[in-house]
């Protein structure tokens, strides 16, 4: 069954950075996928964030992070993350990693971590 884990999550004031990571299982074909990262705060729809193609040739971000975040991945480890600088209370949220097709869309993405929660706060 595949897997996707987030990990990283965490508790950080405003200013500072973090970085999520997210591993598939070993038998899931990762370069075959592009990834993405969306997010969820409470009471909010699910928001995407950032994707990259499947061997990281384009990446796409939406207007509120770009320049402050960096969607990353390393296929020989089947790890995708993403890099977040100068974090702002307003990216609080569940951040979820998804597999799928270069799109921006939730539909678009078929496999789902379970997320990690990043929390920014003084």
């Known amino acids: 069954q595949v897997q996707l884990v987030e990990s990283g999550g965490g508790l950080v004031q405003p200013g500072r950075s973090l970085t999520l990571s997210c591993t598939a299982s070993?038998?899931?074909?990762?370069?075959?996928?592009?990834m993405a990262w969306f997010r969820q705060a409470p009471e909010k729809e699910r928001e995407f964030v950032a994707t990259?193609?499947?061997?990281?040739?384009?990446?796409y971000y939406i207007e509120s992070v770009r320049g402050r975040f960096i969607i990353s991945r390393d296929n020989a480890k089947n790890t995708l993350y993403l890099q977040m600088n100068n974090l702002e209370p307003n990216d609080t949220a569940k951040y979820y990693c998804?597999?799928?097709?270069?799109?921006?869309?939730?539909?678009?993405?078929?496999?789902w971590g379970q997320g990690t929660q990043v929390t920014v706060s003084s």
């Open positions: 998804a597999a799928g097709t270069f799109q921006t869309e939730a539909s678009a993405y078929r496999f």
């Open positions: 070993a038998e899931f074909a990762f370069s075959n996928y592009a």
């Open positions: 990259i193609y499947r061997y990281g040739g384009s990446k």
